[in-house]
Nanobody, 116 residues
Framework: QVQFVESGGGLVQAGGSLRLSCAAS????????IGWYRQAPGRQREEVAF???????TYADSVKGRFTISKDNAKNTVNLQMNSLQPEDTAVYYC??????????WGQGTQVTVSS
């Protein structure tokens, strides 16, 4: 299975920014889409951003205008630029393929905590 390592999380004040990075163990981004997902305590995991092999992107309504997903196929990395962070953005963030998501195969994720 393809493995992912997420990094870049941390503690930030409301209104601040963070840049998350996802490194894959294989060259897959040219043929598979990659999504960023998050899960907060007591809440279901949700998709916040997705990038297709073509580069087309989609975002959850809650993060539109604040988050930007991008990728570098040569480096097998996907990034998530997070601006204007709010306390409700606090969660563990994961990256995954559609197949990995459906099969409940997840990495460690990276914790994002936004203080009031």
């Amino acid at each position: 299975q393809v493995q992912f390592v997420e990094s870049g999380g941390g503690l930030v004040q409301a209104g601040g920014s963070l840049r998350l990075s996802c490194a894959a163990s294989a060259n897959i981004f040219s043929t598979q889409g990659i999504g960023w997902y998050r899960q907060a305590p007591g809440r279901q995991r949700e998709e916040v951003a997705f990038i297709h092999p073509s580069g087309t992107t989609t975002y959850a309504d809650s993060v539109k205008g604040r988050f930007t997903i991008s990728k570098d196929n040569a480096k097998n990395t996907v990034n998530l630029q997070m601006n204007s962070l709010q306390p409700e953005d606090t969660a563990v963030y994961y990256c995954n393929t559609v197949a990995g998501h459906l099969r409940s195969y997840w990495g460690q994720g990276t914790q994002v905590t936004v203080s009031s």
